[in-house]
């Protein structure tokens, strides 16, 4: 049998949907970046940023196209292109890659979409309408609140599986997301930034009443079971009223899998792999192993070892 699990840069296929929302949210966002600064301070109009992200002054002024148009333009902080500004539109490009890729194979590309775009849009409108009674929020930018829901409905649907953070850190779906929300709660009471935790509640709490009324998912915590069987319950009855025909039933996968997040596919066990391993090296010898290859053999080898001790 021939090896044929990946260890690339993501997955062996992109939906086309998630390849056009990379590629519209990169160009829009490196351009607004770019020309933020001649639009303001030479022009001194308004830039390309501030009609694209989502704010009050923007929907005063009749801008109704923000609360779906300010998650394809990350947010520059008004001084042009920086390694930060990069580096967040990297990550988020990336767990948007492997994760939504996922996803649209289990839900299907118009499914996604909507979902993208109202989780997005609601997650936005409700920021702007809540954020002004703690802090002063005034303008909102960026893909990280339909990507975390993007992620939040990920790990409903495969609550068991596990990230391989190249071999070295695996964590289960469902801790994850509970880890991520861990963190942006700390970091935003540690700086007093209750706008980018109203922000991160709300992509989780639609999210997750998305999942649950439309798709009739269940969060991962038999705890709350009593409580999304309700929503799913209230959505049913929702649909019901428009249509006599069910939306699809994306239940959990509640099989546990290994997900590799730096190809997004699922990881073969320990046994099947080194029986590819090796017919590997027999057919082609042992350099046509990569280096993440030989690292897991040799872990591989090394627990077998201390077993039979």
């Known amino acids: 049998m021939t090896y044929t699990a990946s260890y690339g840069i993501g997955p062996g296929t992109t939906p086309k949907i998630i390849r056009n929302l990379i590629i519209a ?8 970046a770019l020309v933020n600064v001649l639009f303001v301070y030479y022009l001194q109009v308004q830039s390309p940023q501030a009609l694209l992200s989502l704010s ?5 002024q009749g801008y109704i196209w923000q609360p779906v148009s300010y998650f394809f333009v990350q947010s520059s902080g008004g001084s042009g292109i920086s390694f930060s500004f ?14 939504g890729s996922n996803t649209v194979e289990t839900v299907g590309s118009s499914a996604f979409v909507r979902f993208y775009l109202i989780v997005g849009a609601l997650v936005g409108l409700a920021t702007i309408l ?14 990280t609140p339909p990507v975390l829901a993007t992620l939040f409905v990920w790990a409903m649907m495969h609550p068991e599986s596990e990230l ?17 929300f861990g963190s942006f709660l700390l970091s935003s009471l540690s700086r007093l930034d209750f706008a980018t935790l109203i922000l991160t509640t ?10 649950t009324t439309i798709w009739r998912l269940e969060t991962p915590f038999e705890w709350t079971h009593f409580i999304d069987r309700i929503f799913i319950a209230i959505g049913r009855k929702i649909r019901s009223l428009f249509s006599s025909v069910e939306n699809d039933d994306f239940s959990a996968d509640k099989k546990r899998k290994i997900i590799d997040f730096h190809t997004g596919k699922p990881l073969i066990d320990d046994d099947n792999f080194m029986d590819n391993a ?17 690292n897991r053999m040799k872990k591989i080898s090394e627990k077998k070892s201390k077993a039979e001790e």
């Open 202 to 211: 709300y992509s989780f709490m639609f999210a997750y009443f998305y999942a």
């Open 278 to 294: 090796l017919e590997k090296i027999s057919k082609h010898g042992e350099k046509s192993l990569s280096w993440s290859e030989r």
């Open 25 to 32: 949210t990169c160009i829009l966002s490196v351009f607004c």
């Open 164 to 180: 391989q953070f190249f071999f070295l850190l695996p964590i289960k779906a469902k801790w994850l997301i509970a880890a991520i």
């Open 86 to 99: 990069f580096l967040e539109l990297f990550f988020n490009m990336y767990v948007l890659w492997i994760i």
């Open 56 to 60: 009050w002054s923007g929907l005063k």
């Open 130 to 143: 809540t954020a002004p009674l703690v802090q002063g929020y005034t303008t909102i930018a960026g893909s």
